[in-house]
């Protein structure tokens, strides 16, 4: 068994376990030239109305790889192509052969052997030239009964490319998938455009940087632990523990426990110290949302840490000193509990030193568009589908509502619309019942019924004849890149030109992905 024979054998095994498509790409071409003894190849895929060359081995390759054979130019590859034949070309005589490409090489070819790659349908998607550039033109072994099981080869190889590519773009797309939700983790965006929710934003930005506490009001679902988070984001203190506790959502006598700890043996139960809440965030923030809801027996040790910086465990003798800064929210008229004496007139001025109210989402009607926007994008990423679209009747109908549950049951809504909604475009009759009732009822009283707001900048309603050709073409180019995750070559498909013009166009445009 000569050497060609010995590598046509074990290509098989070599090239299988590489998963790189790159990698893989480079060891099979080099493979093919080894057995067929010349040293020049190259691998091409046709690209809509072009032939790409992405991978080159031997002389001038740097020169090869990259470039691109418009489909209705001869070439030996795109004859391949287009006829899924293998084909054997005297470089000399041959019609097909695109001389332009070898113009300025020393070092020309003189027999080309090129064989198509398929898909695993059979659907030909590229073809790989293995080069004879000798005089003689006796490298190539062309025997029929040498190039039989060669073809074979190159088939299941060329198979095993495309299986690569889908494995790497697979893994690619997960890589961005768990990156995404890592960031949407990590930093929950605040979204707004209104006048009232700047207003509280730019407080809560002013609060940010200092040690004071801060009370948040609004009702229930505006974002109160949002914007606890941010105030804590931006402080002195970003570093430290960020800890929460609703004092609504436990018993009285939990909750005492669970702020400021307790020693072993003071209770039944209690086998062992434990380390509250507050010195658990020493050095940090801790949130208290719903404080309206904490009772007025333990509201007393709280304005004991807000006076003097200090704790006292359930069962310990003496008091434990900490530092953290107390953020709390409410959905409650404060100022009419401490009428009613059920909340400490003192602890509240201690708490409210630095107040921001934020308003409910119905009055800030503008901001739905872009919260609907948002929770799309967010739950398509979650689930892994495809991003579904509002359309404007239904927009009209969501911005109408008034949202009693505020952006927490917006978000509720996406996500019922997501699963509940067959097609790609959001339909009034998908939205539920009562939310289609109370905009009928906008629409008839004429509050918030005559349509968006103005001033909305959204991608739900746009009016083409104000936009000028630059403005219109590089808003669809910008959304063509954002459907395809900004793979120039999928979005140049979908817009029926072919890549090195759509390239070209975006840079003209200077449209670049911005930063992760």
Not at 358 to 381: I, N, S
């Amino acid at each position: 068994m000569d050497d060609r024979e010995e590598a046509l054998r074990r290509i098989d095994y070599e090239l299988f376990k590489e998963l790189d498509p790159d990698a893989l790409q480079k060891k099979f071409l080099n493979a093919l030239l080894k057995i067929q003894n010349v040293q020049r190849g190259s691998i091409w895929v046709k690209k809509g109305k072009t032939y790409v060359c992405v991978e080159a081995a031997g002389a001038e390759s740097e020169n090869i790889i990259g470039v691109e054979l418009e489909a209705s130019h001869p070439s030996i590859v795109g004859w391949v192509i287009e006829n899924g034949k293998m084909t054997i070309a005297e470089t000399g005589s041959d019609r097909r052969h695109n001389r332009e490409v070898e113009e300025d090489f020393n070092v020309k070819s003189s027999q080309i052997l090129c064989f198509p790659l398929f898909l695993m349908g059979k659907e030909v998607y590229g073809a790989v030239q293995v080069i004879d550039t000798t005089y003689e033109k006796n490298r190539l072994n062309l025997e029929a009964d040498y190039l039989e099981p060669l073809q074979t080869l190159v088939d299941i190889c060329s198979i095993a490319m495309s299986n690569a590519v889908l494995y790497s773009m697979e893994r690619k797309r997960a890589a961005h998938l768990k990156s995404a939700l890592a960031r949407m983790r990590k930093d929950n965006s605040i979204i707004g455009q209104s006048e009232s929710f700047h207003k509280s934003m730019e407080l809560v930005r002013s609060y940010a940087d200092t040690d004071f506490h801060v009370l948040i009001t609004g009702e229930s679902g505006t974002g109160k632990e949002l914007v606890a988070e941010q105030l804590h984001k931006g402080s002195g203190r970003a570093k430290k523990p960020f800890l929460v506790q609703n004092c609504s959502a436990i018993p009285e006598t939990l909750l005492e426990s669970e702020l400021f700890g307790y020693k072993k043996g003071a209770f039944t139960g209690a086998n062992k110290d434990k380390a509250g809440l507050f010195e658990a965030a020493n050095g940090g923030t801790v949130f208290l949302d719903e404080i309206g809801d904490m009772p007025m027996s333990i509201q007393a040790g709280l304005l004991r840490v807000l006076q003097k910086n200090e704790i006292k465990p359930l069962g310990e003798t003496r008091v434990r000193h900490i530092d953290v800064r107390i953020v709390a929210a409410t959905n409650k008229d404060i100022k009419q509990m401490i009428v009613e004496n059920k909340f400490r007139q003192d602890l509240y001025y201690r708490l409210s030193v630095l107040p921001v109210h934020l308003p409910p989402l119905r009055e800030r009607r503008e901001d739905t568009p872009l919260l609907v926007k948002h929770f799309l994008e967010t739950e398509a990423l979650k689930a892994d589908a495809p991003e579904k679209k509002v359309v404007p009747e239904a927009m009209q109908m969501l911005v109408a509502y008034s949202w009693p549950g505020n952006i927490r049951e917006l978000e509720n809504l996406i996500r019922y619309l997501m699963v509940t909604t067959p097609g790609e475009y959001i339909q009034p009759a998908n939205l539920p019942d009562h939310i289609r009732q109370m905009a009928g009822d906008a629409v008839e009283s004429g509050d918030g019924g005559a349509g968006l707001p103005p001033g909305v900048d959204n991608e739900f309603l746009v009016d083409l004849s104000a936009m000028t050709w630059p403005s219109l073409e590089k808003a669809y180019v910008k959304a063509l890149m954002k459907k395809y995750n900004w793979n120039i070559t999928w979005a140049a498909r979908a817009s029926g030109i072919n890549r090195s013009t759509f390239a070209s166009r975006m840079r003209k445009l200077d449209i670049r992905r911005n930063p992760m």
